[in-house]
């Protein structure tokens, strides 16, 4: 049963976020509003598909989900983090301005792209694969700034991100990655990849649809 459900991931999952550009495109105001449901079963699906379980992987993925949402927090509170910034309504309710599950997806996106690297170079030094992990997470990064306030994500005082954001970025990607790493998880989640590079293909194709002025 396990199996078949982390199976029918491969499927369901492109469909929803193929669904979900559509639904921005057509129905923002709703489709909006869908996104926690969508990373919430991502992240369920991501869990399922797991290989690595037990008492070390449980609590990189607590410490994951509280150091993210610790950052946001500290960052939205004094601005002196990322920059100046807040969050909108499209990724659900809100403790002292930050969304619980911005906590959660950046432990989604710290396991997508250790994964993708321990795919290709999980012979490598952990220097080596949590440096590239760190860039593909900021890569990530960069391709949501250009939409962040069209999604109702998050909005910058200065009206866009600044470098300093995505330096801090990388360099907490980082972190998170040289922790993963250094706790000697080796093993890839076919699921957390799949999710991973379908949020890239998904802000990459709407920031290019904003550029021309089809996605506003």
């Known amino acids: 049963m396990r199996d078949k459900l ?40 991501i869990l399922l598909a797991d290989k690595e379980t037990g008492t070390d992987k449980t609590r990189l993925i607590i410490l994951a989900i509280s150091a993210g949402y610790a950052i946001e927090l500290v960052g939205v509170g004094t601005g002196k983090i990322f920059g100046m910034y807040w969050y909108g309504e499209s990724l659900g309710p809100k403790i002292s301005g930050v969304p619980p599950l911005i906590g959660i997806n950046w432990c989604m996106l710290l396991l997508g792209a250790s994964s993708l690297v321990s795919h290709s170079l999980h012979e490598k030094s952990i220097l080596l694969k949590s440096f590239l992990t760190a860039g593909l997470m900021t890569i990530l990064d960069f391709c949501m700034e250009p939409v962040c306030d069209v999604l109702d994500m998050w909005y910058w005082g200065a009206g866009e991100a600044g470098l300093r954001n995505f330096i801090v970025w990388y360099a907490f990607s980082m972190l998170l990655s040289l922790i993963y ?33 089809i996605f506003l």
């Open 6 to 45: 982390i199976q029918s991931g491969f499927y369901v999952i492109p469909i929803l976020y193929t669904v979900g550009v559509l639904g921005m495109l057509l129905y923002k105001s709703f489709f909006i509003h869908c996104t926690p449901i969508l990373l919430l079963l991502c992240f369920a699906w």
């Open 181 to 213: 790493f250094a706790m000697g998880f080796r093993l890839t989640n076919a699921i957390a990849m799949l999710v991973f590079g379908l949020q890239l293909v998904f802000f990459s194709v709407l920031w290019a649809l904003h550029a021309t002025n």
